[in-house]
């Protein structure tokens, strides 16, 4: 039998149901966890030593980390996951890989290269392409995505030409980033989150927006329901997460006329919603695949 591990859950929400859940799962199996605030961690760097404090001490070296990193404070998260990297811990998802799924430029940059689908995309600068950005989409109605945007935060469906370049406009004046995407009307407003562990497809669910809306996000009134996934949907989410590299991922895809499409992939995707659907102990999984990779301290060092 293996020995237990100490885990470190990186999260500002020690209350929210991914905790709790992950906590639980990972004292069933017999190894201590403790949940750290990203935020609080502080760094030290500069000799031998490399250190993560934490109120005033010096945090134990720990087996591994599991990153739950809220997208406000991706940049520090990534870099204290790096530290925690740099210590010998195992990170569940690594920095560099997180910061790729949260860059959604990037990301679709990285699954276009690899030849996957996803919905057409457009990026600009200048406020002088805005007419032709739109029709590299192929015309309204069209998406516009701030790159910072999560859980459907940020992402609004311009039904005309005049309202995607009005809110093309809108978004240049607060100086943001975003991408201009085609709209998919065939997905009726419903996508498939398929979640990822190891490079296996361990439970999915068809998420399907409230009436009036195109958003599926479940924080924005979605419901979520067990679905049996066909190869081709189960294959480009493995080829997606392991294309940017990650070991825990939940992929969103929808089903369009061309075929399965990618938007999205998500490095902290929740628990609540799919082990509610699919009655699947996630947890567990997450757990028992962060024991397949911990190899003893003794040895890593």
């Known amino acids: 039998m293996k020995r237990p591990l100490r885990i470190a859950l990186l999260s500002r929400e020690p209350d929210n149901y991914s905790s709790r859940r992950l906590v639980e799962a990972a004292e069933a199996r017999g190894h201590t966890i403790e949940i750290i605030d990203t935020k609080r961690c502080y760094l030290r760097m500069g000799d031998l030593n490399t250190e993560v404090h934490y109120d005033g001490k ?3 070296r720990f087996d591994a980390v599991i990153p739950r990193i809220g997208a406000s404070v991706t940049s520090y998260g990534m870099a204290v996951l790096r530290q925690f990297s740099n210590t010998g811990a195992y990170c569940l998802n690594s920095a560099e890989a997180i910061g790729a799924s949260r860059d959604k430029l990037l990301a679709h940059q990285i699954l276009s290269a690899a030849r996957i689908g996803t919905p057409t995309t457009a990026f ?3 406020p002088k392409d805005t007419k032709d950005l739109i029709s590299l989409v192929g015309g309204a109605p069209v998406v516009v995505k701030l790159l910072s945007s999560t859980q459907g935060k940020g992402v609004v469906l311009a039904e005309t030409r005049k309202a995607a370049e009005s809110l093309v406009d809108a978004f240049r004046g607060l100086d ?3 991408l201009i995407q085609e709209f998919i009307a065939e997905a009726a407003g419903a996508d498939i989150r398929c979640f990822v562990i190891g490079n296996k497809v361990v439970g999915a669910i068809k998420r399907q927006a409230q009436e009036g809306e195109f958003r599926s996000n479940l924080h924005r009134g979605g419901q979520a329901t067990s679905v049996k996934l066909t190869k081709s949907i189960r294959d480009i989410a493995r080829r997606a997460t392991k294309e940017l590299n990650l070991a825990v991922a939940g992929v969103d895809i929808l089903e369009s006329k061309t075929g399965p499409k990618v ?5 902290s995707p929740g628990l609540e919603g799919i082990e509610n659907a699919t009655r699947k102990n ?3 999984l997450i757990i028992r695949h962060i024991e397949t990779k911990v190899s003893p301290l003794s040895r890593r060092r």
């Open 176 to 178: 943001a980033n975003f």
């Open 263 to 267: 938007l999205e992939i998500n490095s």
């Open 282 to 284: 996630i947890a567990d």
């Open 58 to 60: 010096v945090l134990p």
């Open 124 to 126: 600009a600068s200048s």
